[in-house]
DNA sequence: AGATTGCAATCTGCATACAGTTTACGCGCT
DNA sequence: AGCGCGTAAACTGTATGCAGATTGCAATCT
């Protein structure tokens, strides 16, 4: 499918028509997104319509559908005749979205083994040989790169587009969360080890392995991201 | 129709906080959301904004608002600068949906067995053993009602709630794919007996049976109703 | 006749204006 | 001093107007 390249090029986004609608609205609903995802804006602060408007230069009515938008998303909560509010993703709710995006990781990697094409089988492995090289030199940044594509192709792997929607839309709303856990020591290299046993078992056909091992995974990075996001709510 | 009464209710409604914003957008969301989805608009069909707003009598900011918002939610595409139309679910993209949605209840009915508790159990079989009458009587639409009753059981039983929102969302989506399966004849029986084997795994705490059992109901369910969707096509 | 370009009607995107609702502050009363 | 109540300010909800984009039609040219 299409969630590429998200910044940049407004223009030749909508050239391309990769993403619906290249609007004002639409980068208002990312810009907003972002700050909200970043932690730039806290959970309960409000979104008034107007400061919004002066702030990106607009009337109104696009932060209003903006707003909505966001509404949708889940990103910010709306009640009549109020301002919208920075959702309050609480703890319970973060840990059941770590908790469903391991067993959505579970379920791709196990549809992945049966019906990865051998290009994408190939083409796994050769990413995932290729990362060793940023675990040694605890290049962080690249890294979180190459593990992000890592992930997209076990996603795409499953050849089923709503579960790709789905497993996107869940691993976006926690990104902000997860983006710490390279900084613990060792993790570089567990993430490695652990992303080792799911090609492994990929590359075996072994769905239940794989299944079994990217579940664990994903299970290991919820747990250092959780302690993470405890740290920032303090 | 049933396009005029609206500002007289929106206060009832506005006080019952039943529906979240229970404003005029949030109205006409529903409404045309209803009419895709029972299949009174159909797929490519267009959405202007004048003709809606004249038809519910209001401007069309509101209008603007509620496709925007019924365009978060896959049931209307839209690009810039041309009328929203209403979605074409390929038929490829409905398989990945009902392909999901199985997954989706094999994890719910896999986490109900393990984690619900004493008094969920209990409702969930007394909703089960209910329905055993409307499948005697053939009361097609209560059973219908029944069988949304109990699989909401079901998601809620998993006490998760993102997955909670991601079945939903999907069963949601699917709804009107679905409608029709309980037409078969002999479906209400069939159904009952794979509710069945459910309930009893659950309350026996038998995850794996559970999960094996839940996503072949919903398999078969499928099956179903994309014959369904199919002869709708032509 | 068919194709192509230009124009007009139509429609969306956004801004602005107005109406209704909520919130907050201050004044008077107890 | 504390408590209400009323009023005004702030903000959301909706309508309307204008500018730019798109589409279909028609007239002209090949």
New interface residues.
């Given amino acids: 499918m299409q969630y590429e390249m998200q910044s940049s090029e407004v223009k030749q986004i909508?050239r391309r028509?990769v993403i619906?609608?290249?609007?004002t609205?639409e980068q208002m609903v990312r810009a907003i997104a972002d700050m909200i995802v970043t932690g730039v804006m806290h959970p309960g602060e409000r979104l008034d319509e107007l400061s919004l408007a002066v702030r990106f230069d607009v009337s109104r009515?696009p932060v209003?559908?903006a707003l909505?938008?966001l509404g949708?998303?889940?990103l910010v909560d709306?009640?009549?005749n109020r301002s919208a509010v920075v959702a309050n993703v609480t703890e319970?709710?973060l840990h059941?979205?770590f908790?469903?995006m391991s067993?959505l990781e579970a379920?791709c990697a196990r549809l992945a083994a049966e019906r990865m094409t051998v290009d994408e089988r190939h083409a796994l492995e050769l990413e995932h040989r290729a990362s060793a090289r940023l675990v040694h030199a605890n290049a962080q940044e690249d890294y979180a790169a190459h593990n992000t594509e890592f992930h997209t192709r076990l996603y795409r792997g499953a050849h089923?587009?709503?579960?790709y929607e789905?497993v996107t839309q869940?691993r976006a709303r926690l990104a902000p969360f997860r983006r710490a856990q390279f900084r613990l020591p060792g993790r570089l290299a567990k993430s490695y080890d652990e992303h080792d046993v799911i090609v492994t078992a990929i590359m075996r056909g072994d769905s239940a392995a794989a299944s079994q091992a990217a579940f664990s995974h994903v299970a290991i990075v919820s747990d250092a991201s959780i302690v993470f996001a405890s740290d920032k709510a303090e």
């Fill in positions: 909508r028509q619906r609608t290249g609007t609205v009515t209003r559908e909505r938008e949708a998303m889940g709306r009640e009549p319970a709710y059941s979205m908790e469903a067993e379920i089923n587009d709503h579960i789905m869940t």
